[in-house]
């Protein structure tokens, strides 16, 4: 089980697992993602930022009742939109408000935190 809630850290126990499944909890009121759900190797990952620091879970699984309370939250699939399936974690770092992922096919996403708020905005687009 890997549990985090730092301000800064190296996920290293999740380098080397194949993501299976990336979802986000994304909110257009806020315009940014909430919660995170990378499953990985077959154990499910939750993370989000707030107030500064990355808290981070594992088997804890998407919960549409839980996840999508506002009414206009939806889920996104990232690992569809940026063809992430199957793909090995080659990093994951969060520090300074932003988390970033690499993947064993050079993409990568950067994530920054909304300052003390919750969520976190894509900074980057991979192509």
């Known amino acids: 089980m890997v549990t985090r809630q730092h301000d800064e850290t190296e996920l290293t126990e999740v380098l080397g697992h194949l993501c299976e499944d990336f979802v ?3 909110s257009p009121d806020i315009e940014c993602y909430e919660i995170f759900y ?3 190797s077959g154990v499910f990952h939750r993370f989000f930022v707030d107030a500064g620091l990355l808290f981070w879970a594992s088997d804890a699984a ?3 009742d839980d996840d999508l309370s ?3 939250d939806q889920y996104v699939n990232l690992a569809e939109r940026y063809n992430l399936s199957g793909l090995r974690i080659d990093g994951l770092r969060f520090s300074d408000f932003r988390l ?5 096919n050079g993409t990568q996403l950067a994530f920054e935190g909304r ?11 991979p192509h």
């Open 38 to 40: 990378i499953k990985l």
């Open 62 to 64: 998407p919960d549409q």
């Open 100 to 104: 970033e992922l690499k993947f064993s």
């Open 24 to 26: 986000a909890v994304f």
């Open 70 to 72: 506002e009414g206009t």
């Open 115 to 125: 300052g003390m708020d919750s969520g976190a905005w894509l900074i980057n687009t």
